[in-house]
C-alpha cells in the first residue's frame, strides 16, 4: 500500500497547538471548542478578524510549542511502518514539518514530503501536488482529517481515508489506527 498522508490532526495530534498560537496570534480569550472549527476549515482570520498577514507569526508561534505537545496519534507507526511506501503533504513550512519527524523519528518512513508553499505548489485541495506524488508512486490512499486532504485524492480517483471525522470525500472513516482496514 502507497500512501499519501496529511501531518496535523492525522499523524499527529497538534491541533490543540494550532489553536493556542492562534489565539496568541488573535490576542483575545478565545475557547478551543470555538477556535478550532474556524481554523479546521480555514475562516479564522476573517471570523475573528485576525490580519491574514499573521499567518507566518501564527507559524512561528506554534512551531516554537514544545514538540511533546504535539503526539503521535497511537498505532500510527505501525501503519507508517507497514506501508510500502509513505509520502506527506503539509501546509506547515519545511523547517517546523523537519523538526516534527525528526523529534517523533518519523523521516525514515517518507519517501518523500511537500511543503506546498516552499516547494511550488499551492495549498491544498488543489491537486499538483498530489498528482505529482500519484504520478511518481503510484498512490494506493490518501488519508487526511480535512476535506482539503481528501478532495485531491478523490479527484485522482484514488481511495480516501478520513481520520477521526466523518467526511462526503472520504470513502472510509476512521478513528483509531487500530482501526486500520487496509494492507
Known amino acids: 500500500m502507497k500512501i499519501l498522508w496529511d501531518l496535523d490532526g492525522t499523524i499527529l495530534d497538534t491541533w490543540p497547538t494550532l489553536v493556542e498560537a492562534f489565539t496568541v496570534v488573535a490576542k483575545k480569550d478565545l475557547k ?4 478550532l472549527p474556524h481554523l479546521k476549515y480555514g475562516t479564522a482570520y476573517d471570523f475573528y478578524g485576525v490580519d491574514k498577514n499573521k499567518v507566518t ?16 496519534f497511537p498505532y500510527v507507526k ?9 509520502v506527506l503533504v503539509t501546509h506547515r ?20 514530503v511537500i511543503c506546498p508553499a516552499e516547494d511550488g505548489y499551492s495549498l491544498k485541495p488543489d491537486i499538483h501536488a498530489y498528482k505529482y506524488l500519484h504520478d511518481r508512486y503510484g498512490l494506493d490512499l490518501v488519508v487526511g482529517d480535512q ?6 485524492g478523490r479527484k485522482l480517483g484514488v481511495q ?7 467526511n462526503e470525500f472520504a470513502d472510509k472513516t476512521i478513528y483509531c489506527y487500530s482501526e486500520f482496514p487496509y494492507k
Do not use: M
Not at 476535506?147 to 485531491?152: E, V
Open 147 to 152: 476535506s482539503t486532504d481528501l478532495i485531491p
Open 57 to 72: 507569526e501564527f507559524r512561528e508561534i506554534e512551531r516554537t510549542l514544545p514538540n511533546d505537545r504535539k503526539p503521535l
Open 160 to 166: 480516501t481515508c478520513s481520520f477521526r471525522e466523518t
Open 32 to 35: 478551543y471548542e470555538e477556535v
Open 78 to 86: 505501525d501503519v507508517l511502518a507497514n506501508a510500502d511506501a509513505n
Open 93 to 112: 513550512n519545511r523547517r517546523s514539518t523537519e523538526e516534527l519527524l525528526e523529534h517523533w523519528h518519523l523521516g525514515q518512513f517518507f519517501k518523500e
